[in-house]
C-alpha cells in the first residue's frame, strides 16, 4: 500500500487530497464530501478504507481551499455551489488520468450529502472516464437536470430513518435514464452512526464498484 498526499490544480485552486494506492489495484475511487465536511470525514475514511481492503486505490479530496473553507463557515457559499464542485471533481479525473500509477485505471466516484449531485454533474462531463457513482446520504437531486444525463450506473444508499432524503433519493432515481438501484439500510439515519450500518454502506459500494468498474 502506497499513501500520499497530493496537490491537484483546478483553475486557480490547489486542492489538497490523501491518494491510498494498494498494489494490483483494480480501479480509483475519487471521494466527494458533503457540505461542511473535508478530506478528514471519519465516515468516508472507514468507507475508503474497506474500499482499499478491497483492492480499488481511493483518492480523498478537499474540493474548496482553506481561505474557501474559513470562508463559507459564514457564508456557506461554495460549499453549495454544485457546478463549482462538479467542475473540481472533472479536473482531478483528469490529473488522476495523467498520473502514471492511475492513467489506466477505471474512476468511480463516492459522493456524500451535497457532494453526491456534484459528483453526478461529474460523470455527466467525464463519460469516458467515470465508470460508476455510489452516492451515501446524498442530495442528487441537486443534480438537476444532469440527472437525466449521467451514462454510468448509479447507486444511492439511504438510511431508512433519514425520511426526507430517501424521498429526494427515489425522486432523482425516477430522472435517472442509465442503470440505478436505490437501497435502503433498515433503522438507520443520515450519518448512518448505527451500529453496523456504516460497514453495510461500505460493502454495498465495494460491490458496486466491483460489478461496474
Same mark, same amino acid.
Given at each position: 500500500?502506497?499513501?500520499?498526499? =497530493?496537490?491537484?490544480?483546478?483553475?486557480?485552486?490547489?486542492? &489538497?487530497?490523501?491518494?491510498?494506492?494498494?498494489? %494490483?489495484?483494480?480501479?480509483?475511487?475519487?471521494?466527494?464530501?458533503?457540505? @461542511?465536511?473535508? /478530506?478528514?470525514?471519519?465516515?468516508? /475514511?472507514?468507507?475508503?478504507?474497506?474500499?482499499? $481492503?478491497?483492492?480499488?486505490?481511493?483518492?480523498?479530496?478537499?474540493?474548496?481551499?482553506? *481561505? $474557501? *473553507?474559513?470562508? *463559507? $463557515?459564514?457564508?456557506?457559499?461554495?460549499?453549495? #455551489?454544485? %457546478?463549482?464542485?462538479? %467542475?473540481?471533481?472533472? !479536473?482531478?479525473?483528469?490529473?488522476?488520468?495523467?498520473?502514471?500509477? &492511475?492513467? #489506466?485505471?477505471?474512476?468511480?466516484?463516492?459522493?456524500?450529502?451535497? @457532494?453526491?449531485?456534484?459528483?453526478?454533474?461529474?460523470?455527466?462531463?467525464?463519460?469516458?472516464?467515470?465508470?460508476?457513482?455510489?452516492?451515501?446520504?446524498?442530495?442528487?437531486?441537486?443534480?438537476?437536470?444532469?440527472?437525466?444525463?449521467?451514462?454510468?450506473?448509479?447507486?444511492?444508499? =439511504?438510511? @431508512?430513518?433519514?425520511? &426526507?432524503?430517501? *424521498?429526494?433519493?427515489? /425522486?432523482?432515481? @425516477?430522472?435517472?435514464?442509465?442503470? !440505478?438501484?436505490? !437501497?435502503?439500510?433498515?433503522?438507520?439515519?443520515?450519518?448512518?452512526?448505527?451500529?453496523?450500518?456504516?460497514?453495510? =454502506?461500505?460493502?454495498?459500494?465495494?460491490?458496486?464498484?466491483? $460489478?461496474?468498474?
Amino acid at each position: 500500500m502506497v499513501t500520499s498526499t =497530493v496537490t491537484v490544480p483546478s483553475g486557480g485552486a490547489a486542492l &489538497t487530497g490523501d491518494l491510498g494506492l494498494p498494489a %494490483g489495484a483494480r480501479g480509483v475511487v475519487l471521494f466527494a464530501h458533503g457540505s @461542511g465536511s473535508s /478530506r478528514f470525514s471519519p465516515r468516508n /475514511r472507514a468507507v475508503a478504507t474497506a474500499l482499499r $481492503e478491497a483492492g480499488f486505490a481511493t483518492l480523498l479530496l478537499d474540493l474548496l481551499t482553506e *481561505d $474557501e *473553507d474559513r470562508e *463559507d $463557515e459564514a457564508t456557506g457559499r461554495h460549499r453549495f #455551489d454544485i %457546478g463549482l464542485l462538479a %467542475g473540481r471533481l472533472a !479536473h482531478t479525473v483528469d490529473w488522476l488520468e495523467r498520473r502514471p500509477q &492511475t492513467a #489506466d485505471l477505471p474512476v468511480g466516484l463516492f459522493g456524500a450529502s451535497t @457532494g453526491a449531485a456534484a459528483a453526478l454533474v461529474a460523470a455527466t462531463a467525464r463519460p469516458r472516464r467515470v465508470s460508476a457513482v455510489v452516492s451515501r446520504g446524498g442530495r442528487p437531486d441537486l443534480a438537476g437536470d444532469a440527472l437525466g444525463l449521467v451514462a454510468c450506473p448509479v447507486l444511492l444508499v =439511504v438510511g @431508512g430513518d433519514d425520511e &426526507t432524503v430517501l *424521498d429526494l433519493n427515489r /425522486r432523482a432515481a @425516477g430522472r435517472l435514464s442509465a442503470a !440505478h438501484h436505490v !437501497h435502503v439500510v433498515p433503522g438507520a439515519t443520515h450519518l448512518f452512526p448505527e451500529p453496523g450500518a456504516l460497514e453495510e =454502506v461500505a460493502a454495498l459500494a465495494a460491490g458496486w464498484f466491483r $460489478e461496474h468498474l
